[in-house]
C-alpha cells in the first residue's frame, strides 16, 4: 500500500509539474500574439499616415488615395478588436473606421486633423484617442 501511494504521489508531481509548463507555454505564446497584432496595428497606422500625406500632397487619382486610407485604416481596426486595449479605444478606431468609409466627402475635409490624431495614436497618446473622438464628433451623421 505504501508503493502505490508514493507512485501516486510521484505521479501527480509529474502531472502536476507538466500543467504548470503547459501553462507557462500557452502565457507566452498569448503574449507574443499580442505583440504581433500590436505591431501589425501600428503598421497599418503608420501607413494611413502616410496615405494621408500622400492624399495631401497629390494631384490626381484622389479616389484611389482616399481608398487606400480607407483600407489601411480598416486593416487597423481589425487588428484594434483583436488586441487586449481598453474598449474605448477599439470603439474610436471603430468609428474613425465607419466615418471614412460612409462620409468620405466629410472625411476628406478632415484628413490633416486625422492624420494628428493617427500620429499621436501611433505614438501611444491617449490625446491621439480624443483628438479622434472629436472628429468623429464633428462628422454630419445625417450626411448633410
Known sequence: MK???????????ITFLALLVFIALY????????ETYHRQYRTNLQKV?????SYVNADGD?????????SDMSAANA?????????RQKQTVNEI??????YPEQMREKL???DTAVNDINADLDKGYDEADEIVGSVNKKGH
Do not use: H, N, W
Open 3 to 13: 508503493r502505490r501511494m508514493i507512485r501516486a504521489l510521484i505521479l501527480f508531481g
Open 27 to 34: 502565457i507566452d505564446e498569448t503574449r507574443r500574439v499580442q
Open 49 to 53: 499616415s502616410e496615405d494621408i500625406q
Open 62 to 70: 484622389l479616389d484611389l488615395r482616399y481608398t487606400r486610407i480607407v
Open 79 to 87: 487588428f484594434a478588436f483583436l488586441m487586449d486595449i481598453p474598449e
Open 97 to 102: 473606421t465607419t466615418c471614412l468609409m460612409k
Open 112 to 114: 490633416k486633423e486625422l
